[in-house]
């Protein structure tokens, strides 16, 4: 059974730019969520989505959104990229809504210069 | 609103007990655990989803007091492959607005 793929592994970016990160959940899960995880601050919530609705959204600026497809892959777009936005980015997809079990991706790293 | 965890790290030597506690300002439906290798995915380890439920695996345990809003993850006999960063997560009651809010994550080195 595959686990789940972000794409790409690894990004540079410069300020000002925007980025859009892909994630593949396992198949059959149908909610998708997406962390900040940056040195000392741990796993930042970002948003939930589950059958293309997002369900749940963190505390970060409007710059950060995303989107579920039908096949309940999602996307993470950040625009007018900042430094401060440099840090791991991971995916977890879950079956259910519900309190279970999460499988998280590898991350992709973004780098901004 | 993000869980506070305690230690922030913790160096052990093979063998030796370790407790990793979790606490929330907010009342707790659930709390999740999870463990990130350096460089690897977190991983997932337990869900207690009731006050005063206890899971175990292997020699790694949890406990849940919702009165307290907290939790507490014990290691007993701990090994070399128990090294990493150790996250909770608190959760809602599986509602419309629920969602896993992590802490910052404690570090743990074995030793041999």
């Known amino acids: 059974k595959a686990g789940v793929t972000q794409t790409p592994r690894y990004l540079i970016k410069t300020r000002g730019q925007q980025v859009t990160l892909s994630c593949s959940p396992i198949?059959?899960?149908?909610?998708v969520s997406w962390y900040q995880q940056t040195p000392g601050q741990g796993l930042q919530f970002l948003f939930e989505?589950?059958?293309?609705?997002?369900?749940n959204k963190g505390n970060f600026p409007g710059r950060f959104s995303g989107r579920q497809f039908s096949n309940s892959r999602s996307e993470m777009n950040v625009s007018t990229l900042e430094l401060g936005d440099s840090a791991l980015y991971l995916c977890a997809s879950k079956r259910e809504l519900t309190n279970t079990e999460a499988f998280f991706g590898q991350g992709t790293r973004l780098t901004v210069v | 609103q993000q869980p506070v965890q305690s230690p922030q790290a913790v160096i052990l030597r093979e063998g030796e007990d370790a407790v990793i506690n979790c606490s929330s300002s907010?009342?707790?439906?659930?709390v999740h655990w999870y463990r990130q290798k350096h460089g690897e995915a977190p991983v997932f380890l337990m869900i207690l989803l009731k006050g005063g439920e206890q899971k175990g695996h292997e020699k790694i345990s949890a406990s849940f007091n919702e009165k307290k809003q907290q939790s507490s993850l014990y290691l007993t006999a701990s090994q070399l492959s128990y090294s990493g960063t150790y996250f909770c997560?608190?959760?809602?009651?599986?509602?419309?607005?629920?969602?896993?809010?992590f802490g910052k994550g404690t570090r743990l080195h074995i030793l041999p």
């Open positions: 907010k009342a707790l439906y659930s």
């Open positions: 989505y589950f059958s293309e609705t997002q369900r």
């Open positions: 997560g608190t959760g809602g009651s599986g509602g419309r607005d629920d969602k896993i809010i």
């Open positions: 198949s059959g899960h149908r909610s």
